[in-house]
Nanobody, 133 residues
Framework: VQVVESGGGLVQPGGSVTLSCKAS????????IGWFRQAPGKDNKGVSC????????YYADSVKGRFFISRDKATNTVYLQMNDLKPEDTAIYYC???????????????????????????WGQGTLVTVSS
């Protein structure tokens, strides 16, 4: 089980960027897959995830209305479209997968220390998003 993120970079405030997470080694028929982010010196905070069994979604309050998660079943890829970016969105964004969608949502709401990421089935290498003028 592996996930690989891409799409980060430097973005101006108010700009947009789309992150991709490609999964391999398993199908996405009944998983939770989504994004955490880690700002410098902080724990991982849940951003958004999607339940592949019913396409239900979760968004952190801080990104509601600005970020949108979607998936491509054919390519096992999940996307996070990030709009109206703010400097406080600057972070390393990690893709995570777990076969327990409700557990993934719970960890997103609670946050995840770096030492706890192994509790999930898969955790990516991360992609840096910097929002700055």
């Amino acid at each position: 089980v592996q996930v690989v993120e891409s799409g980060g970079g430097l973005v101006q405030p108010g700009g947009s960027v789309t992150l991709s997470c490609k999964a391999s080694g398993f199908g996405l028929e009944n998983y939770g897959i989504g994004w955490f982010r880690q700002a410098p010196g902080k724990d991982n905070k849940g951003v958004s995830c999607i339940n592949t069994s019913d396409d239900s979604t979760y968004y952190a309050d801080s990104v509601k209305g600005r970020f949108f998660i979607s998936r491509d079943k054919a390519t096992n890829t999940v996307y996070l479209q990030m709009n109206d970016l703010k400097p406080e969105d600057t972070a390393i964004y990690y893709c995570a997968v777990d076969e327990r969608p409700s557990f993934l949502v719970a960890t997103m709401k609670a946050g995840l220390a770096p030492s706890q990421v192994r509790a999930l089935d898969a955790w990516g290498q991360g992609t840096l998003v910097t929002v700055s003028s």
